[in-house]
């Protein structure tokens, strides 16, 4: 009885406020506030993406130090990407706004505790703020890990003239209207959008930046942490701050000044630091269809073992507007040894310690490269330059080249390193971010990439090598589009020549007195079946050949440096050698295809082979399947 009369009361109470509602107007707490209508939160946004990669790879030749598996199913993505990423937004009604980026990575890979780990932050929460007022807007962020570019010669992401194969996809490419476009766009523009991380650095800090400010004045910077200045010990301390103002004086005329200063400790009982800090002064004129940027910098480098003092810095670029009948891109650059920074557009070399071999983490983020082979576009200290790009449109055929002379400033490490130009992604999948790998302890592999050492057997005393290096580079693309059957094809076709020798030649050169010669060809094809898919094959074939002043092998005869034209008789057009006698081959096909409005589907296989008959250990060959669905939402 007690129960009915308690229920029959709470039932009068719940439907009392509902049934005078129209009578009787519900009271607003009280507030010091003005009236608002509109929700605190009045603007929150979910998108992200959910990606399932399967990988199959099944070698028919493997290194002996090699883990054995011949082998290999797996899912996920290695290299540390998210296989489902929610990016959250919002905007609170004073105009506060805020995000967090939630990541779950390799989500098939069972129950051992080293793979199912919990939701983390991928790129941490940031939140940000932006204040208008007479003097200028104001953007304050700060929280997760944000992506920053200043100048090439402070903070700058590694960024070269787009002349590569796009057979292999990135996860954080975007997924296109329909699946040609990716090609279209490759031909039209020779850009292939890789997302926010192309060209910038990562720091996790304090952001600040002002535009619209009094006599045309902007202003950025950042104080926080990079990856690239890391301390040996992960409880030691390291930061790196930098800021720019800029000037615009007229349209056609921009000023600059950047300030970088990065250190980190050392040890962690002394107060012993590595510290590095930068000027540079940036200036940005154009006179009619021609452009001219340039910056001049001045940097110090200090560390317990050495000082180096203060060393110049020069990058200069002239273009012409792409309007011109043959588009121009000329660059001249000096970098000193001194000048030592790992957040720029430019590899370091002098110095190599500056980034320590923190086991897992070294090579992921930027590797120690000795004398390295680049291509065009990639400046390195301890060296000075000058390149030339031109390129040039007859009807549906587009030609681009540059051609470039480069020399060392000093004498350097007894060493050089190339980067592969095929099969670069896929050794890098067989052993990822690992140093001083494989049978010979030369590869190194870096994020979707791989290079390879070589001892220089002429030193001095002190162990450097006896002589100052010189480097040549000629790169030529050719592009055609057209239609077969009423479907578009476009070919790409990537040819390229470098070269490292000891005298100064205005060509890359082949032969027994060049160092190191490398020689690589790339075509891609791709065809539209329909709308909604594309067809695509790749070919890529590499040469690298070696003369007596580095590694031999250990095979005791000599090898031709070309099988063809040895069984042809043509002795003017090879020679015997027992140095690096490197081939690299890729064949491969693929599928794109289009599920839905933002659903695709991406299939590739490859074959391949790395083989050198000098070095008889060097030997690999298999096949690799792939089969990528990403969802956008």
């Known amino acids: 009885m007690y129960m009915r009369v308690i229920l029959r009361f709470v039932f009068i109470l719940s439907i009392g406020p509902y049934a005078a509602q129209d009578t009787i107007p519900q009271q607003n707490p009280f507030s010091s506030n003005s009236l608002s209508f509109k929700n605190p939160t009045s ?23 090699n883990s054995g598996k011949t082998t290999v199913i797996s899912s996920g993505d290695a290299y540390r990407e998210p296989m489902f990423l929610l990016k959250l937004n919002g905007k609170t009604r004073d105009n506060i706004t805020f995000g967090a980026d939630l990541m779950l990575n390799s989500l098939y890979k069972g129950p051992n505790p080293v793979n199912t780990k919990a939701l983390t932050l991928n790129l941490g929460l940031n939140l940000t703020t932006s204040i208008s007022t007479k003097f200028g807007t104001f953007d304050f962020k700060s929280g997760g890990v944000s992506w920053y570019r200043q100048s090439r010669l402070t903070v700058w992401g590694n960024r070269s003239f787009n002349r590569i194969s796009i057979f292999e996809r990135r996860p954080q490419t975007p997924l296109n209207k329909i699946p040609i476009n990716r090609y279209s766009n ?102 009619n269809k021609i452009q001219v940027q340039m910056e001049l910098g001045l940097g110090n480098y200090r560390d317990p073992l050495r000082a180096l003092g203060y060393g110049e810095a020069i990058l200069l670029n002239v273009k012409t507007e792409k309007s011109t009948k043959v588009p121009l891109n000329i660059q001249l650059y000096r970098i000193s040894p001194q000048f030592v920074n790992v957040t720029g557009n430019f590899l370091n070399t002098s110095v190599l310690e500056v980034f320590p071999n923190v086991a897992g983490i070294g090579t992921t983020v930027r590797t120690p490269y000795q004398s390295p082979i680049v291509g065009l576009g990639f400046p390195v200290n301890n060296r000075q330059g000058a390149s030339i790009n031109a390129d040039i449109n007859l009807g549906k055929l587009k030609l681009n080249g540059g051609i470039g002379v480069f020399a060392e400033i000093d004498t350097s490490y007894a060493a ?14 067989i052993y990822l971010f690992a140093q001083n790998w494989g049978p010979y302890n030369a590869l190194n592999s870096t994020y979707r990439g791989v290079f390879e ?59 027994n007195q060049t160092l190191i010669s490398q020689l690589s060809q790339e075509l891609d094809f791709s065809i539209e079946l329909n709308e909604k898919a594309v067809f695509v094959l790749s070919y890529g074939i590499e040469k690298i050949i070696g003369n007596a002043s580095t590694d031999p092998g250990d095979n005791p005869d ?11 008789g043509w002795e003017r057009l090879y020679r015997y050698t027992n140095s ?43 096949w690799e399947t792939m089969l990528e669905l990403k969802i956008n939402f």
């Open 558 to 568: 000599a090898t031709p440096t070309n099988t063809f034209f040895e069984r042809l």
């Open 186 to 287: 490759y031909y039209n523009s020779g850009l292939v959008d890789q997302g926010i991380r192309y060209g910038s650095r990562a720091f996790q800090g304090v952001f600040l930046q002002g535009t619209k400010l009094p006599l045309n004045f902007a202003v950025k910077g950042v104080i926080g942490k990079s990856n690239f200045n890391r301390s040996l010990l992960e409880s030691s301390d390291n930061f790196t701050g930098c800021f720019q103002l800029k000037n615009t004086i007229n349209p056609s005329f921009k000023i600059a000044y950047n300030y970088l200063s990065s250190w980190a400790d050392t040890d962690s009982i002394s107060n012993d630091k590595r510290n590095y800090f930068i000027h540079t002064i940036e200036l940005d004129k154009k006179w």
């Open 453 to 511: 050492n070589v001892n220089i057997t002429d030193t001095s005393a002190s162990g450097l090598a006896d002589f100052k290096k010189f480097f040549n580079t000629i790169e030529f693309q050719a592009k055609f589009a057209n239609k077969l059957f009423g479907k578009n094809y476009y070919i790409f076709a990537l040819t390229r020549l470098n070269s490292c020798q000891r005298e100064l030649k205005a060509l890359p050169q082949i032969g």
């Open 580 to 622: 690096r006698n490197q081939k690299n081959t890729l064949v491969g096909f693929g599928l794109d295809y289009k599920i839905g409005q933002n659903v695709m589907v991406f299939f590739r296989y490859n074959q391949y082979r790395y083989f050198d008959p000098n070095f008889i250990e060097n030997h690999l060959k298999g």
């Open 43 to 65: 603007a929150i946004h979910f998108s992200g993406f959910y990606r399932f990669l399967g990988f199959v790879r099944n070698q028919q030749e493997t290194f002996p130090n």
């Open 416 to 429: 050089l390193s190339y980067i592969h130009n095929v099969n670069s992604q896929t050794l890098s999948r």
